[in-house]
């Protein structure tokens, strides 16, 4: 027999790590799951459907921030446990609220999360990490002045000099040079924390902008890009520019892969029943074995001669932290076709 989603969900979500209460717009209990159960002592039979108003003490209810983020959409993060539900464990669990909206943005209902201290501290260390990230990012920055500089001269002894072999070993230097350059630009655009500024977009302008972009390049290898948008997706919500960033990425890479006179596919559809949109590009190029496959969203992974690696490793990233994936399927001399999946907004 094959189980039902719901039965999936149901036993995951007893058995996430993590204490969880919802409660609805009247204030009844709608989900208690088993960890709670354990940590409260209260059976998810008894709670279900009662007003959570009985689960803790009457006289606090004005303190208790969930039902405070039922009434007023304000969320709050790592409270003691007691300020939602009083817990008989002894271990250290800290409590977020999150008010539930529906689709319209009104508040539905309310829920709480009870964590467990130690990833409280995971979480911590991941901020402490973003902010060694966003050093580094810093010092990288102060590497472009001294190489603009280098750039500079190179080109002026370029034009100074005349036997071949100097010139030989000054276009290396000057090669070099913009790979270097590319490297830092590839690794400041996905090493800024809060660069990510998300607003309200439209997949179509920003597919058919990127497509405008790589147009000129296209055309000068014979390359033919076929956009397939329907008139009207449903809005992302998005950081357009880094968007547009993936996209180009994953086309130039199509671009490298394909023969002159090639063809990419670039399509577009909204599942409003899934809530997402996809983005397919597919290419006629090489495609990939199984080894680049499994290596291509490594940073610094590249199969090119004048490649950095980041690109895939990049554009991953952001379509991770936009809570979308990145599909890939591709085979050695039967093409590549690569598959965005983004939330609606
Ligand atoms: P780069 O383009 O600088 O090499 P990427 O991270 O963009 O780095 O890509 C990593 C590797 O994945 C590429 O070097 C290439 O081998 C492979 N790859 C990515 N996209 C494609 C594609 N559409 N067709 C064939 N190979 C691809
Ligand atoms: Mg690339």
Known sequence: ???????????????????????????????????????????EERVLGKPFLELINNQDSEYNKLLQTLATGKEYQNLMPESVIMLNSSTDFRANTYAIKDKSGATVGAMALLIPAGRQQELENAIIKAEKLAILAE??????????????????????????????????????????????????????????????????KLLTDVAALVECEASLRNLKINLEIPEDPPPIKADSGQLRQVFLNIIRNSFDALPDEGQLFLQCSGDEQLGIVRIVIRDTGKGMDGQIMANMFKPFFTTKKNGTGLGMFISKKIIDNHGGSIDIQSEPAGGTTVTVTLPVA
């Not at 040079?177 to 590839?186: T, V």
């Open 1 to 43: 027999m094959v189980e039902s989603l719901v039965y999936w969900l149901q036993l995951v979500f007893h058995h996430l790590p993590l204490g969880v209460i919802v409660i609805d717009r009247g204030g009844q209990v709608r989900l208690f799951n088993n960890r709670l159960s354990i940590l409260s002592g209260y059976k």
């Open 139 to 204: 010092m990288i920055h102060e590497l472009r002045n001294p190489l603009t500089a280098i750039s500079g001269f190179v080109q002026l002894l370029q034009q100074k000099i005349r036997t071949n072999s100097e010139l030989e070993y000054l276009d290396i230097i000057s090669d070099e040079l913009k790979r270097l350059n590319r490297l830092i630009s590839d690794f400041l655009l996905q090493a800024k924390p809060g660069y990510c500024s998300r607003t309200q977009c439209s997949i179509n």
